[in-house]
């Protein structure tokens, strides 16, 4: 399995047990989720370090196009940045003595609210990073601030180069599309080196 699957079914893992033991008392829950909180952050705060590390070796491929306009990324970043200034803001608010695990991640007498935002960014921050910005391993493809890969050369069975449209055209194994979008100075300077790691792996279609 994947590093990038195993991390986003961690990230669900936490927040299904999040939801779970808002319900439900159990002994050791908020050990649990504090555990998963802080293993989820580390792991992210060690990608961005790697990922910086590599970054000057890396052949920038292009940036993942949705076909979609980027006003929508842009009004969930601003719509996740209002929120958590409002629920630090008001945190008073969100006291709730439902149960101990509640009480410990709403109440801010208990400073807890913090480990709840931390979590609540990644989340979010997880879900509305569609623009991501790719880049050429030998395993596969990485994205911007990550240091396992997003896709590995496995995962697809053709490509084809779009120059009208300056794009990528991937072919998954499942039949699905993936579309990069590359800027043509940057890819002409490096279409040798670009063709010749995905032609290596990857049948031209």
């Not at 590093?3 to 939801?19: D, Q």
């Not at 990608?47 to 949705?66: D, R, T």
Request: glycine content about 2%.
């Amino acid at each position: 399995m994947k590093k990038r699957k195993i991390l986003r079914i961690m990230v669900l893992l936490t927040i299904f047990l999040f939801a779970i033991f808002s319900l439900i008392d159990v002994n050791v829950s908020i050990s649990i989720v504090l555990f998963l909180i802080y293993l989820l952050v580390g792991i992210r705060i060690f990608e961005i370090v790697m990922f910086y590390n590599v970054k000057k070796k890396l052949i920038k491929l292009g940036e993942k196009e949705l076909f979609t306009s980027k006003i929508w990324g842009i009004l969930a970043a601003l719509i996740s940045i209002i929120f958590i200034y409002l629920s630090i803001k008001y945190s008073y608010l969100l006291e709730y003595e439902a149960n101990e695990f509640n009480a410990y991640f709403w109440s801010s007498t208990k400073n807890s609210t913090t480990n709840f935002i931390i979590v609540l960014s990644f989340f979010i921050r997880s879900l509305i990073d569609d623009n991501r910005i790719f880049y050429l391993t030998q395993q596969g493809i990485i994205t911007h601030g990550d240091y396992f890969e997003e896709y590995l050369w496995k995962d697809f069975k053709g490509f084809k180069v779009i120059e009208e449209q300056s794009l990528i055209r991937f072919t998954k194994k499942n039949d699905k599309f993936l579309f990069v979008k590359y800027k043509e100075p940057y890819f002409q300077e490096n279409k040798k080196e670009v063709l010749s790691i995905l032609n290596k792996n990857i049948p031209y279609v």
